[in-house]
Structure formats: structure tokens, C-alpha cells
């Protein structure tokens, strides 16, 4: 029994048509009431009281009390009716906008001081009462041009006692100010980086002694910028500009470790870039810069190689040279020079693994293929891939990479 209400709404103040919350009755009388003269077991007589009870899923409920049946009293008992429906309000709607640059100001409104109130004859329901609908809206009109519509919904209602329409107890209902709850963030899609700042715009509402609230979202999404493209990978940094020079195998005397050094040059330093390799030269172990000014050495178009001073402990460039019986070096540090010369035997004995080609004895200082450029740039620096193949005395061959990070010319 009793009417049920469904919709979602949103409110404000009520004035027109109301007198603490109660809805003024229809004037016309209801000529299908039966005639309270002739008395039966279902006339209502005698309007005590009315109250209502408003609960925290937005359902109210209201009752009335009055005599039930004969209009003598010792015949007379009394009985409740009752209506129950649900308060439905809501904050239209939900919005998305695209802006051309980020939002300067804090999102502001405008709106009507009074909202609108229409009134809607329900009819009757099962158990005689006849039913009001009780519409108001209002609309907000924010400073990014979005209108929302606030809107509730709620009934009045009667019911005939002694030809008397006897109004059910209505909750009071209150509208409070619309407020904004801003947040900001970012968001990245195909490489771009978006700004979007979400309002939680809430009306809060009162009806009777509950508290409710209409609330909606508007998003407002703003290109940022590019996504900042991730620093490549790198194995050492040199922390000056520098141009690829030449790469060789150089023996550190007198540990015999072998080491792989390839020499880029800047305007006033040769810096060897030494790398260490595992025992099978097929995989990068470490890498690292030492750096000499170039005041100190001699560097030429003939270079194509460095020799390890043992007196200073710094990488020279040289001219590395083959012959028949094995390998010469020479390089000149501090107007030193700085030579070296070994055998093949020697040279196999002492641990190179780095062949010429296929199917050969004769092991070599330098390398075969060797390819050094400029493959990346990210922010003010440039990243020189350097590879070089070795060969082992199986005829194997083995590329080494390693990318060199240096600050742009």
C-alpha cells in the first residue's frame, strides 16, 4: 500500500505554495468519497494527529490517526494510515571539458536566488489518498560555461476525514550553498601529458532532520606538454664534448691485463675510454675515462691506437704497426717517448685472443669493424655507440657495444 516515488534530484529553499513544509490542499472535494452520514465499517472520522519520519535512505514516511467505522463511539475505533515514499533529488550531470590552455581561476557560479516548484496531481492511491507531486529546480551556471540543474522530488497528501481533506505531516525541506571540492592531477596518453582538474560540486540538502546531498563531477582536461622522453642507456660519461679518435687492445705492463680502449678527443684532452671484457672478450665487464690534456701528447692523423705508460699510469696515443715477426708501438707523453713491440708467439703466450681473421696465427692489437656515432641525443647531451668485432683463434667472432654520454657539441 501507499505511493513510492523513484528519481534521482537536488534542492533549495522552499517558499510558494508551502507553510512549514505543508502543501495548501486541493479546494475541490472529492465526490467520490462515500457519504460520512451513512456510517460502515470503512469511514475515517475524527482527525487526531499526524507525524512523519524521515530516514537515511531518503524514504519517508507519514501517518495519520483517525476514528475508523460508526460515528457512535462506543462502535468507533481508531486506526493509522500511512504513505511512504521516497525524497529523490539530483545534480545534473556528470561533465567533461576540453580546454585550450589550464584553468586560472577557481571554478565559480551564478545562479537564481528562488529555484522553480511544479505541482503535479498524482490522483489517488490504493487506500484513498490523494497525492500531490512536489517538483523543484534550480539552475547553476558555472564560470566554465557548464549549466547544472539541481532538482527534487517529494509528495504531499491527504486523505477525506468527515468531508474534510486532512493533511499527512510533511518534512521541511532546505536547500544550503553549492560548494566545489577541486583536485588536480595529470595523465599521459601517446606520449603527452594531459592536466585535468576534477570539481566535486555538492549541494547539501535538508529535509526534516536528515542531511542529504546532491553532488556531480566536472572535469576540465587541458593538453600540458610532451612526454619528457626517457635518458638513454649508458656505460661511462665524459664530461666534455669529444670526437671518436681511434680503438686498439692495450697490454697494461706489468700485470699483462688486456684491457679494450677506444680514444675520443675534446679541444684540450684525449680521453681513453678502457673497457674490460671477460675472459672470453665476448661480453662488456666495465667501463671507464681516464683523461690526459692534449698538451702532453702527440695527436695526429697516423694515430690509430694507445700504448699504457707504466710511469704515469695514463693511456697514450700511438701508432700501432704490424710486421711480419709481430706488432710495434710508439707514442710520446711529456716529450717521452713511449714504445712497445712483441711477437706473435709473445703476444699469444702474454694472452691476446684477438685474431686478424679466420684460420690465422697471427693475433692483432686492433680491431675489424669498428663504428663509433652519435646515435641518441636526450636534454644537452649526445650518446656515441661505439662497436668493434674481435676475433678468437677459432675463428669466432665477437661484438662488443658500449655508448659513450657526453655533453653536445
Known amino acids: ?52 519520519k524521515v530516514f537515511e535512505n531518503s524514504f519517508v514516511e507519514a501517518h495519520m490517526v483517525g476514528q475508523k467505522g ?25 561533465t567533461t571539458l576540453y580546454l585550450d590552455a589550464a584553468p586560472a581561476e577557481k571554478l565559480g557560479y551564478t ?19 490523494s497525492i500531490l507531486s512536489v517538483n523543484f529546480a534550480k539552475n547553476y551556471t558555472l564560470t566554465n560555461g557548464v549549466i547544472l540543474n539541481l532538482s527534487t522530488k517529494r509528495l504531499s497528501a491527504w486523505h477525506e476525514m468527515d468531508g474534510i481533506l486532512r493533511p499527512y505531516s510533511e518534512p521541511k525541506e532546505s536547500i544550503g550553498q553549492i560548494g566545489f571540492n577541486p583536485s588536480t592531477e595529470e595523465f599521459e596518453r601517446n606520449d603527452s601529458i594531459f592536466g585535468v582538474r576534477t570539481n566535486v560540486v555538492t549541494v547539501p540538502l535538508t529535509l526534516g532532520d536528515k542531511k542529504f546531498y546532491a553532488s556531480c563531477s566536472i572535469r576540465e582536461i587541458w593538453f600540458s606538454r610532451l612526454k619528457e622522453k626517457a635518458e638513454p642507456k649508458f656505460d661511462v660519461f665524459v664530461n666534455e664534448p669529444v670526437n671518436y679518435l681511434a680503438s686498439s687492445m692495450v697490454q697494461i705492463v706489468p700485470s699483462n691485463n688486456w684491457k679494450n680502449v677506444h680514444l675520443m678527443t675534446s679541444t684540450s684532452k684525449v680521453h681513453a675510454v678502457i673497457v674490460t671484457t671477460d675472459e672470453h672478450n665476448s661480453k662488456v665487464v666495465s667501463v671507464e675515462d681516464k683523461a690526459v690534456d692534449r698538451s702532453r701528447v702527440i695527436v695526429n692523423g697516423q694515430v690509430n691506437g694507445s700504448l699504457y705508460d707504466a710511469t704515469t699510469g695514463l693511456y697514450v696515443p700511438a701508432i ?22 712483441r711477437g706473435y708467439a709473445q703476444l ?26 652519435v646515435t641518441s641525443t636526450w636534454k644537452e647531451y649526445e650518446y656515441t655507440t661505439i662497436t668493434w668485432t674481435k676475433y678468437s683463434r677459432d675463428g669466432k667472432s665477437h661484438m662488443n657495444t658500449i655508448v659513450v654520454k657526453s655533453p653536445k657539441k
Request: proline share 4%; hydrophobic share 25%; aromatic share 10%.
Open 1 to 52: 500500500m501507499g505511493f513510492v516515488a523513484l528519481l534521482s534530484v537536488c534542492l533549495t529553499s522552499c517558499s510558494d505554495g508551502f507553510s512549514d513544509g505543508v502543501v495548501n490542499a486541493p479546494q475541490q472535494k472529492d465526490t467520490t468519497t462515500p457519504d460520512p452520514t451513512q456510517p460502515t465499517d470503512d469511514n475515517w472520522h475524527h482527525y487526531m494527529k499526524t507525524w512523519h
Open 70 to 94: 460508526g460515528k457512535n463511539v462506543q462502535e468507533a475505533k481508531f486506526d493509522t494510515l500511512h504513505i511512504r515514499y521516497k525524497y529523490e533529488y539530483s545534480l545534473l550531470a556528470d
Open 111 to 129: 545562479s537564481a536566488s528562488h529555484g522553480d516548484y511544479k505541482y503535479t496531481d498524482g490522483g489517488r492511491n490504493a487506500q484513498g489518498d
Open 320 to 341: 700501432l704497426t704490424p710486421d711480419n715477426k709481430g706488432w710495434e708501438g710508439d707514442g710520446v707523453i711529456d716529450g717521452r717517448h713511449v714504445e712497445y713491440s
Open 348 to 373: 699469444i703466450d702474454e694472452g691476446v685472443k684477438n685474431f686478424m681473421e679466420t684460420n690465422t696465427s697471427k693475433p692483432t692489437l686492433t680491431f675489424s669493424g669498428v663504428k663509433a656515432e
